[in-house]
């Protein structure tokens, strides 16, 4: 029997759905589904393709209760911008949960990744961060670091924002960029002088070497740390995360092989076993900051269980509403 199917493209989600406190909320939700159990989600499907300069990751998750799980592919291709093709593109395939039929295909390049990495910092920011955050650092210039930036101040309403890039010309236009927000901002001398200065810092670049040092942790720092998402990538130097406070995962298994803890593991600096998950300290199985001077760090690697909650939270604000093109499959 033939089915509908709606394809949809970035420009139709870009006005579906953006960077808002209910996306925040549905991200939330899936941390915690994690937690709760009974949530399938296999390891990530990651090619690191050194001959081309790129890499493809492919993430899925069932969650228990929701109507539909996605598969999404998700390819980087860094020397695109030299050929005036974008880095980053990809898609989501939402398939019912009940039947296993494809329902919706989501032709957001990436965008809807975006949105939910984003959506990912806010809700680390909210359950780790101090309560009163007057200064916030990012260190990155890209797409993201412009999203993480506006993510965090949902949840965290900074006075002045502090930027840093490799590139200091990239680092102004991403401060130009965010001149709209209800912020003071400028651009640092230095990721030492931005971590010094902040109570909350993201890192948001493709490091193979750490831009933070251990020497840098101050009290009452959160550092929500999201490049690291491949074997061979880091962003923080291994030390801190034993210096922390408390150290948290958004998902174990991953960050031993892909993010910050397999540097610190590979040193022999980690004795503590598997790392507290996000979706712990969320549901309030697993304790987070204990008080304002604490220093915690959160390493978000990024998970099939963000997709899936991305995907049907669009599906949702999709249904009644004429949008995308429905073939019959």
């Not at 759905?17 to 949530?39: C, H, K, M, Q, Y």
Request: include cysteine; proline fraction near 4%; glycine fraction near 10%.
């Amino acid at each position: 029997m033939a089915h509908d199917i709606r394809i949809v493209t970035e420009a139709e989600l870009r006005g579906a759905v953006g960077l808002d406190l209910d996306t925040v909320r549905v991200i939330e939700e899936a941390f915690g589904a994690l937690s709760d159990g009974g949530v399938v989600m296999p390891p990530v499907l990651s090619m690191d393709l050194a001959e081309a300069h790129g890499e493809v990751d492919v993430k899925t998750a069932y969650i228990p209760g929701f109507s539909g799980f996605a598969i999404k592919v998700s390819p980087g291709f860094f020397d695109n911008p030299k050929l005036g093709l974008p880095s980053l593109n990809g898609l989501m395939i939402l398939f019912s949960a009940q039947t296993g039929l494809v329902e919706a295909v989501f032709l957001d390049n990436g965008y809807l990744t975006d949105l939910r990495t984003a959506a990912a910092g806010a809700v680390a920011a909210r359950h780790l961060a101090p309560e009163r955050v007057q200064v916030a650092g990012v260190i990155g210039t890209g797409v993201q670091a412009r999203l993480q930036a506006r993510a965090a101040h949902l949840v965290r309403p900074f006075e002045r924002l502090l930027i840093w890039g490799r590139d200091a010309e990239r680092a102004r236009a991403c401060a130009d960029d965010l001149s709209d927000m209800k912020c003071d901002i400028a651009v640092a001398d230095s990721p030492a002088d931005l971590v010094r200065d902040s109570q909350l810092v993201i890192t948001t670049t493709p490091a193979r070497a750490p831009v933070i040092e251990a020497a840098w942790l101050h009290p009452g720092l959160h550092i929500t740390a999201m490049g690291s998402d491949q074997a061979g990538k880091t962003e923080i130097d291994p030390k801190a995360l034993v210096q922390a406070d408390l150290y948290v995962a958004d998902r174990a298994a991953q960050v031993e092989k892909l993010g910050e803890l397999r540097g610190a593991i590979a040193a022999g600096l980690w004795d503590r076993g598997a790392p507290v998950e996000l979706g712990d300290v969320i549901r309030g199985r697993a304790r987070g900051r204990q008080g304002q001077t604490d220093i915690t760090i959160c390493d978000l690697t990024g998970t099939g269980a963000q997709d899936t909650a991305i995907a049907t939270h669009v599906m949702a604000r999709l249904a009644g509403r004429d949008v995308g093109a429905v073939i019959r499959a």
